[in-house]
């Protein structure tokens, strides 16, 4: 997946100036693809020079630089053709797990701390998309088919996180039980 296909996705879903585009990206798509609001703003140059996305000025009349992105047909096209595209499944980059096989092989070293630290983060994090599934799904009874795929990526952003603080849970306890067999 690239930066461009996000941002396709996001403009088709409400056409936007770059800076609104990064600040909705940073609550939306930005829980599940990281990009910077200066990565943001390159992408969307290259995507205006291939002819997927068009900027218009802003309504202000010129008196600002602010440029407002729509999605052309090309660039629906392409995105058409890459959610078409086979891909292999997510490959996980968790930094803890290499940080646990570290401390296997080199500790005791203490990283539990760590590990609690990102118990809170995860806890955290759920908690917010547990208050975006009431704010946004629980409270309406009848779903769009729109609103229904995409609750269907916010439930699997909060097993993913049920599922993180779990694991977090358990080998804080096999810390504990480890620590307590010294």
Avoid at 42 to 53: A, F, N, V, Y
Wanted: proline fraction near 2%; avoid cysteine; glycine fraction near 4%.
């Amino acid at each position: 997946m690239s930066l461009a296909h996000v941002l396709l996705t996001s403009l088709l879903e409400k056409p936007s100036s770059g800076y609104d585009l990064a600040r909705r990206f940073d609550k939306s798509m930005g829980f599940f693809w990281s990009a910077t609001h200066q990565q943001i703003y390159r992408e969307l140059k290259r995507m205006e020079d291939q002819g997927w996305i068009h900027a218009s000025p802003a309504e202000d009349a010129g008196k600002t630089k602010k440029k407002t992105y729509e999605v052309l047909e090309a660039g629906r096209q392409e995105l058409k053709q890459w959610v078409l595209l086979a891909t292999d499944p997510y490959l996980i980059r968790e930094e803890m797990a290499v940080r646990l096989r570290a401390e296997a092989i080199l500790g005791p070293l203490g990283i539990e701390e760590e590990l609690k630290r990102h118990l809170k983060l995860h806890e955290e994090k759920l908690a917010l998309y547990l208050t975006i599934e009431q704010r946004d799904f629980i409270k309406d009874s009848v779903l769009s088919r729109e609103q229904q795929i995409q609750y269907r990526v916010l439930l699997l952003g909060i097993e993913t996180q049920r599922t993180w603080i779990q694991w977090a849970k358990d080998t804080i306890a096999l810390f504990k039980k480890l620590d307590s067999n010294k």
